[in-house]
């Protein structure tokens, strides 16, 4: 067992030295961290800043394992089901070790995993609280924690699941079950908080964040139950939360490292079907549900629009335009600013954030890899034009649509509305024209650290550059908000056409 923990960790350190083992990608690496590192700076940062009541202390840790649940339900929903990657697999099926050895490996490896979702879910939430309240730093990372061990404990309930599966060579639904029976939990405790609060939202809205009655949902409940606890300052919630979360999951590891049977085999074949999907995720591609194609039939315009017509093929075959993915994460944030109490510009800086998370390079570095595309008899912009016209229509429709939902959900007046209308539409076409503009000066060795970097200097540049000079001028920024937030959607639009223009002779087929 001992032997299989050096490896593991063996393994993690071979791929940090690999990333950096490259000057220019340890400068990338180090470049983007340090900018996402400088995402935490307003945590630590109090003044001026409103004292965090303890009911949106309570709205932050019920975002966070919302957050949570959304992570579980994409595993569960998951084609792609593994005990290990396929290099893990090597040297533990072929080594010297037996069977509970393998399985006792488990859960040190979902801990890795587990702790970059909690990650996720607790510092990007609280970057977004802490830009307007004093934020304790000793919530963040206690809340961290806590996620952490409850993805981990439902990653133990999904493979023990999985295993049973492979051995007894079923597919079972148990992870399905379980999951629906919390959700389900969780609506009957917001239904009974609707009916007693008069059906009244907002009221059984923050009834359902600051009741105990969450506390009897498994899993969830205990991890509320110890957070809670450590808001209120009540110790012995802090310790029963924690105490339960950490008996299950001594009692889980012995189940699963004790379950009996013939796995290897199939392991091994699993192990290797989700490596590639690992590493197809991992460069931002999205899986085909073929079980939704169906015939049919699109009119192909002259030269360049065929490739438009293309897209849009390929989306009607899958009947879906819009996916859960798409909107969840707009969803989210929408929530966020509506327990804070935003302005229009809040729900707007959260609209940026979720446009910027959303945006990858790959449909684009897939047609642009077409040789067709080349050999098409019309002119680069227009080619370039059609390329990105749908990816762009796609995400300006999502973003106009929750821009308008924030509108009346910050009961914004005219102006303000149109300003932020053209402000979103504006960021949309810079964002797109981000990713062209990584595969134009990359090439073929562009990554996704490099395209965040650019996106993320892109984005803060028209800012920077509009309010630098405002300062200068002497400008009183907040009696000009308005007049400077439409001088930025100008630059904005202007980067992104010279950037267009710029990128468009790729097109003739000399340089890609």
Partial sequence: ?????????????AKIRNILSKPTSALFTLGALLLYGSMFIPMFRHEGKAIMAPELMQAYIMIVLGISAFFMLSMVLSKHQSLFFLE???????????????????????????????????????????????????????????????????????????????????KSKGPRILLGLLIVCALLIFGTQFYQNGFDVMASLMAFVTQDSFF??????????????????????????FGLMVLFHVIAIYVFANTKGDFFEQAMLDAEDFSEFYARAKSGKQEINTDDIKQVEVKYGIG?????????????????????????????????????????QGYIMFIIIALFNQANIDTLTDDLKQYHL?????SPLRKLFNTIKLPFLKSLGIALFF????????????GEALVALVFVSSYVALINVSSILTIRIMKSRHNQIVDMLLRMILCVLPIVVVFATAGLLSVDIEANAMALGLTVSALAYAIAGAGFVWVAPMLRGTEF
């Fill in 88 to 170: 893990d697999s090597y040297f533990m099926f072929i080594g010297p070790f037996n069977r509970k050895q393998i399985l006792s490996l488990l859960p040190f490896e979902n801990i890795w995993g587990s702790m970059l979702l909690a990650l996720l879910a607790s510092f990007l939430s609280a970057f977004q609280f802490s830009l307007h309240f004093a934020m304790p730093i000793q919530l963040v990372l206690i809340t961290f924690f806590m996620n952490t061990l409850l993805i981990s404990a439902f990653s133990l309930i999904m493979e023990w699941f999985y295993l049973k599966g492979i051995i007894q060579k079923t």
């Fill in 1 to 13: 067992m001992v032997i299989l923990l050096k490896l593991s960790l063996l393994k993690r350190f």
């Fill in 216 to 241: 009897w949902i498994p899993l969830f409940g205990w991890a509320k139950l110890g957070l809670v606890g450590f808001v209120s300052q009540n110790i012995v919630q802090v310790l029963l939360g």
């Fill in 403 to 414: 821009t308008l939902v924030s509108i009346g959900m910050a009961r914004a007046n005219l």
């Fill in 374 to 378: 080349y050999l098409i008899p019309d």
């Fill in 304 to 344: 360049a629009r065929a490739i438009h017509n293309k897209n849009v093929l390929l989306l009607k075959k899958q009947r879906r335009m819009i996916g859960l993915k798409d909107v969840l994460i707009y969803i989210i944030y929408l929530i966020m600013g509506f327990f804070m109490k935003m302005p229009i």
